[in-house]
């Protein structure tokens, strides 16, 4: 509705809050057979009848509100509606695990019979688009088909601007198709789609990310000024040409007051952390992670930081430290053991890393890449049976990553099953026809001869 126009003012007065009308008729302002001429892509129907919302007339579940604004509580106490007017999806429920306005009401019941019933009563011609939840809940869980997915969010300018700044966060992918969509995003009219491009594109290397950032150092908004100064701040200083310099020095002293005006929040001194890491100052960004612990021990993202920053420097052991004492304090988040699992397989302590995956693996079971690092770990071991299970988990969540498939020839190629070796090369190199190493095994499996793949792949 925002995209369209509407504004807070069109139902709250501005001063009081107050809504402009009682119940659904706030909404009926709008959404009636007549329409309104201000929004002339309005559907014209009559909304405030059992013909639409099939609930008695009256009641709760006949307001409006119950299925478009579902409140939520923030901070426990706090009841707010929803604000983003959507249309309850409990298919999506169903399928990714979604809230959904009807279940909130109908906690007995389950999202299939919701998604039942909305299909029985508004039939074929019903909403089922694909939204973005489908593709952002296959990036969370690291799964191949989200970076097309994402691409086409970001270039959708019908989605508003959080929901393609989410994407671009999102993004993991530095094809050429993601290259060119981030560097459309730089140019684009809205501000906070500007700044997430700022913050992806400091992967690129330093010439590049020069060229494509300078721009935006002189963007009319301090969050895409700021954003670019920070994704440049690692930019060897030699590179930056007189103005730019000038640009960069200004941006770069905005985004040390803003940090400045946020300083009792754990989450600035974790910016300010990650700034002196990504620099290499060594000791100050360990100060700084230290001190962003003491001020929030339950921030893990400040945790998983710090221990990549000493495991970097080499101290493993005082990475180690950071991580179990988080899985200490948080024992079920997935994340955290799965740091600690890679940590572990690094610094060689093969069964232990096992038993870490393997809690990642229990706690996001979607993820296919902590199941192929699990299988690989337990293949180590030799596990033969674990790791088969946990890198067949890993394929049939993402069969187009090449990794898993040949982690699993390779399996069976040292295990001698010839044909389940075969099996899974074929299908890689039908995946990928021009990687060299399906080529390889192919070729070796082919001709019978025994050959024994590089292990950590
Ligand atoms: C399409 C109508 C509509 C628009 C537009 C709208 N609101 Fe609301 N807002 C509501 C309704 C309905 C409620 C629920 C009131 C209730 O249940 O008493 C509400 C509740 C609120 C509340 C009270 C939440 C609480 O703490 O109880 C706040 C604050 C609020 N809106 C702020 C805003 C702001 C800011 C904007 C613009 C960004 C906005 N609203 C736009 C309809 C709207
Ligand atoms: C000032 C006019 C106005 C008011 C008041 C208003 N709407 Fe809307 N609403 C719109 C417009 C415009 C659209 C977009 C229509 C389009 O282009 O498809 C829309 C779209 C919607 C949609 C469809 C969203 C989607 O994903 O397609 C829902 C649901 C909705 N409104 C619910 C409400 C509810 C609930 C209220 C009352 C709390 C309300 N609206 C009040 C103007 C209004
Ligand atoms: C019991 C739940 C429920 C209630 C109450 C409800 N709706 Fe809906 N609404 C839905 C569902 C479900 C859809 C999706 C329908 C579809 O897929 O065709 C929808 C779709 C919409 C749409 C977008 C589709 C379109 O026709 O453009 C608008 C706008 C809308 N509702 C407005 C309202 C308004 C205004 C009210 C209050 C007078 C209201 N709804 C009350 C469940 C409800
Ligand atoms: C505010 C709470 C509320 C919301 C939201 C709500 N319902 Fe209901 N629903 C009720 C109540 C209460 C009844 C019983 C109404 C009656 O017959 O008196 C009911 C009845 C029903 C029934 C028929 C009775 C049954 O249990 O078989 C169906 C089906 C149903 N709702 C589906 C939905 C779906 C689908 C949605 C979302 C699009 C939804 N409801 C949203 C409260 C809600």
């Not at 929004?39 to 909304?47: E, I």
């Not at 974790?270 to 962003?292: Q, V």
Request: hydrophobic share 40%; proline share 6%.
């Amino acid at each position: 509705m925002y995209q369209r126009g509407v504004r807070c003012t069109d139902c709250h007065d501005a001063h009081s809050l107050r809504l402009k009308a009682a119940g659904n008729a706030v909404c009926t302002q709008c959404h009636n057979a007549a329409g309104n001429p201000r929004f002339p892509t309005l559907r014209h129907a009559d909304y405030d009848t059992p013909a639409h919302h099939f609930h008695p007339a009256g009641g709760a579940a006949a307001q409006c509100t119950s299925c478009h604004m579902p409140s939520k509580n923030y901070m426990v106490v706090h009841a707010r509606p929803d604000h983003s007017f959507r249309i309850p999806r409990p298919d999506l429920s169903a399928r990714l695990g979604t809230p959904n306005a009807c279940n909130q009401c109908h906690a007995d019941r389950t999202p299939v019979w919701a998604a039942a019933a909305v299909a029985g009563w508004y039939g074929a011609g019903r909403r089922q688009e694909a939204t973005f939840a489908p593709a952002f809940a296959a990036a969370r869980a690291g799964r191949r088909e989200a970076g097309p997915a994402l691409l086409a969010i970001i270039r959708d300018p019908d989605q508003a601007a959080i929901v393609r700044a989410t994407a671009i966060e999102m993004l993991r992918d530095d094809g050429e198709a993601a290259q060119s969509a981030l560097m459309q995003a730089r140019d684009d009219r809205e501000a906070l789609v500007r700044a997430a491009a700022a913050q992806a594109l400091a992967d690129q290397p330093p010439a590049r990310r020069l060229y494509a950032l300078a721009p935006l150092l002189h963007d009319p908004v301090r969050l895409v000024r700021i954003q670019a100064a920070r994704s440049l701040s690692t930019v060897p200083l030699a590179s930056f040409s007189t103005a730019e310099r000038r640009a960069f020095d200004a941006a770069f002293a905005e985004y040390m007051d803003a940090q400045a005006a946020l300083a009792d929040m754990p989450a600035t001194s974790l910016n300010l952390a990650n700034l002196n890491s990504l620099r290499g100052e060594d000791a100050a960004a360990r100060a700084l992670y230290a001190r962003t612990l003491e001020m929030d021990p339950y921030l893990v993202p400040a945790r998983t930081a710090f221990a990549s920053h000493l495991s970097a420097a080499g101290d493993h052991a005082a990475a180690e430290a950071v991580l179990r004492e988080g899985v200490r304090r948080s024992p079920d988040d997935g994340g955290l053991h799965y740091s600690l699992g890679l940590l572990l397989a690094e610094s060689g302590q093969l069964a232990a890393a096992a038993g870490e995956l393997g809690a990642a693996a229990r706690l996001q079971p979607d993820n296919a890449r902590i199941a192929y690092n699990h299988g690989l770990a337990l293949q180590q071991l030799g596990r033969r049976r674990d790791a088969e299970a946990a890198l067949i988990r890993a394929y049939d969540l993402d069969s187009g990553e090449p990794a898993y498939a040949y982690a699993l020839a390779s399996l069976y190629l040292q295990e001698g099953r010839r044909e389940s070796a075969l099996r899974y090369a074929e299908r890689l190199l039908a995946a990928h026809p021009d990687n060299p190493e399906a080529q390889q095994l192919i070729e070796h499996l082919r001709r019978g001869q025994p050959q024994k793949p590089g292990q950590n792949r």
